[in-house]
């Protein structure tokens, strides 16, 4: 029978293995400035940011897969905070099953303290 840490682990890689689609980064609506005073910005458009072998890039997204690829960043977001609450959980397991089955943190019997010097004390 499972416990309850080995379910909320299995539930967590189940709601990872339904992610179909995913994309890193930052989804942004964005507009340009109006060219000329009062009138109307120009946009939006849509931008995809992000790090790629360690360099900023960013990807102009088409109006039409703007709605697509947002939810996928979601998607990303969404695999992030399952990732870290399977190491947490796992972490957990883990923890419980190098645990002592002893109640008793130490068994050994400790000596009684001597002043700090090691000598008796005076009569």
């Not at 967590?12 to 689609?21: E, F, K, P």
């Amino acid at each position: 029978m499972p416990t309850n840490l080995q379910q909320q682990r299995q539930d967590i890689l189940q709601q990872i293995q339904a992610i179909q689609r995913l994309r890193r980064g930052s989804f942004s609506r964005q507009h340009f400035p109006a060219k000329h005073r009062g009138g109307p910005a120009q946009g939006p458009y849509f931008v995809l940011q992000g790090y790629l072998q360690g360099r900023k890039c960013s990807e102009r997204i088409p109006a039409e897969r703007a709605a697509q690829v947002e939810q996928d960043v979601k998607n990303y977001q969404r695999f992030q905070q399952l990732a870290d609450q399977f190491v947490t959980v796992t972490d957990q397991m883990t923890c419980q099953a190098d645990a002592p089955t002893s109640a008793k943190k130490n068994s050994r019997s400790r000596k009684s303290r001597t002043s700090s010097s090691g000598k008796p004390a005076p009569s």
